[in-house]
């Protein structure tokens, strides 16, 4: 059993930043892949990034791609998403998530239903 807490969302203007943190209890967080997904109003639930359990790959959607960056500090238990350069669109309720096999053979999943493990998600809105 793995508990995901998110938080650090808030409204930002255009071209800000904000950094969601994702606190997990429970045992052997480095063997646990991690990823955040997002959901807009009306859209279905999207993959953004994902960490391996070493924290040694990551693996980005093409949306955010050279603005947000996936950490994780395994003595905390805590994985983060910075994110720069905010657009409108990256509007949406953000999503922590854990999973034993999401990174295998060098691949990751940007499958939600690939994730054991979800937090109660952190709302992102970004001002024109």
């Known amino acids: 059993q793995v508990q995901l807490v998110e938080s650090g969302g808030g409204l930002v203007q255009a071209g800000g930043s904000l950094r969601l943190s994702c606190a997990a209890s429970?045992?052997?967080?480095?063997?646990?892949?991690m990823g955040w997904f997002r959901q807009a109003p009306g859209k279905e639930r999207e993959f953004v990034a994902a960490?391996?359990?070493?924290?040694?790959?990551?693996y980005y959607a093409d949306s955010v791609k050279g603005r947000f960056t996936i950490s994780r500090d395994n003595a905390k238990n805590t994985v983060y998403l910075q994110m720069n350069s905010l657009k409108p669109e990256d509007t949406a309720v953000y999503y922590c998530?854990?999973?034993?096999?999401?990174?295998?053979?060098?691949?990751?999943?940007?499958?939600?239903?690939?994730?054991?493990?979800w937090g109660q998600g952190t709302q992102v809105t970004v001002s024109s």
């Open positions: 998530a854990a999973d034993r096999t999401a990174y295998r053979g060098n691949y990751f999943s940007a499958r939600d239903y690939d994730y054991a493990y």
């Open positions: 429970g045992r052997s967080f480095s063997n646990y892949a």
């Open positions: 960490i391996s359990g070493s924290g040694g790959a990551t």
